[in-house]
């Protein structure tokens, strides 16, 4: 494997910003697309349970009924190459129990009966007295949630590491959203909801203002 230099690795992350205006007549090549899409499905997730979906938009009139709910994604909506949206399974799919948990555990991690039983037994204690996941639905969809933003963080990586800008997007009403895409027949709002938005594509302009960030030694301490 050949390693990005340190220098190259901070001027990728320097480059990437909340772009707010994509150029629409710039396009993704669905090579650099699938590759995003592969740093998303290749991204880590805890028990490795993957709780997450991926939709690629590209219907006009579902985005433009999502205009009316996605206040931080307007420009995105309308310009960006490609639109995505993250889905967070919901506490049905990631009991214990569930079938979606076994098949990941049998079908996809293939584990030996006696490893599989001894992980089930650690993510129930985990779900019910570690991390309380099973005290509402909404704690559980949170928690997938946050799995969701691993993969996340990689595809904004990805897809700066070839140039790609991108828009990581919170600013919608969920309910609304949710709501939306299950009449439209998009998803089950009981199986799996939206807990982000994504845009990608090309800027139209260069950013007005510098990344700012806090100094690394107000953040990190040694102990």
């Not at 993704?28 to 699938?34: K, L, M």
């Not at 399974?89 to 001894?118: A, F, G, R, W």
Request: net charge neutral.
């Amino acid at each position: 494997m050949q390693l990005l230099s340190q220098d190259e690795i901070l001027e990728v992350l320097n480059y990437r910003h909340a772009c707010k205006a994509f150029d629409p007549s710039k396009k993704i090549s669905d090579e650099d697309f699938e590759l995003i899409m592969k740093a998303a499905n290749l991204s880590a997730s805890s028990f490795g349970f993957e709780p997450w979906e991926f939709i690629l938009l590209r219907k006009d009139e579902i985005k433009e009924k999502l205009l009316e709910f996605t206040w931080g994604g307007q420009n995105a909506l309308k310009n960006a190459s490609h639109f995505v949206l993250i889905l967070a399974k919901t506490q049905k799919n990631l009991l214990p129990t569930s079938s979606y948990v076994k098949h990941i555990i049998k079908d996809v991690q293939k584990l030996p009966s006696h490893i599989e039983q001894k992980k089930i037994e650690v993510y129930t204690l985990f779900q019910k007295e570690h991390f309380k996941l099973l005290e509402s639905q909404r704690a559980t969809f949170d928690w997938a949630c946050k799995q969701s933003y691993i993969a996340l963080a990689n595809m904004m990586f990805v897809a700066a590491l070839r140039g790609i800008d991108s828009l990581a997007i919170e600013g919608f009403h969920q309910d609304e959203v949710n709501k939306m895409l299950e009449k439209e027949g998009v998803l089950d709002t009981k199986e799996a909801k939206v807990c982000l938005m994504l845009g990608l594509g090309y800027r139209a302009n260069e950013p007005k203002y510098p990344k700012t960030r806090q100094k690394l030694s107000d953040i990190l301490r040694y102990i």
